[in-house]
């Protein structure tokens, strides 16, 4: 289970994150009125999945003995179409190193097996709570 705390003060969109170890500021860039003094809502979202998808193939090439597999780089692209309130996530994953086809094709299905990955393409509740 994860449990973050994010709290804002009186400048405009500076959100402190916290976790049990770990801090992060959140803003909006300087052209949406923030100060662009950290990640913006969005992407936070599309770095959970990036890192994600980064630290489940890189445990399971671990896992296969695969020391051919030398670097993972995950490009994530969010975007919102607000008025047809869709949402859309295009992951491009590149694999460095000498992999064969069969490997390279395997990573790809367990990159869609990723946990965040998993969240995100299944159904989410989100209860709130007025304290």
């Known amino acids: 289970m994860a449990k973050v705390q994010a709290s804002i003060g009186s400048v405009l969109y500076k959100t402190e994150i916290k976790s049990a170890a770990n801090s992060i500021i959140s803003d909006e860039p300087v052209s949406a009125g923030g100060m ?8 936070l979202l599309a770095s959970a999945l990036a890192a994600c998808t980064c630290g489940t193939l890189r445990m399971y090439a671990n896992r296969k003995g695969w020391t051919e597999l030398t670097e993972v780089n995950v490009t994530v692209d969010f975007s919102r179409d607000v008025q047809l309130n869709v949402s859309k996530m295009q992951r491009s994953i590149k ?30 509740t989100i209860d709130t709570l007025l304290l």
């Open 36 to 43: 662009g003094l950290g990640f913006s809502p969005e992407e």
């Open 95 to 124: 694999l460095v190193g000498e992999l064969t086809e069969e490997q390279k094709t395997r990573l790809l299905a367990i990159a869609n097996k990723c946990p965040i990955h998993n969240t995100l393409t299944h159904t989410i």
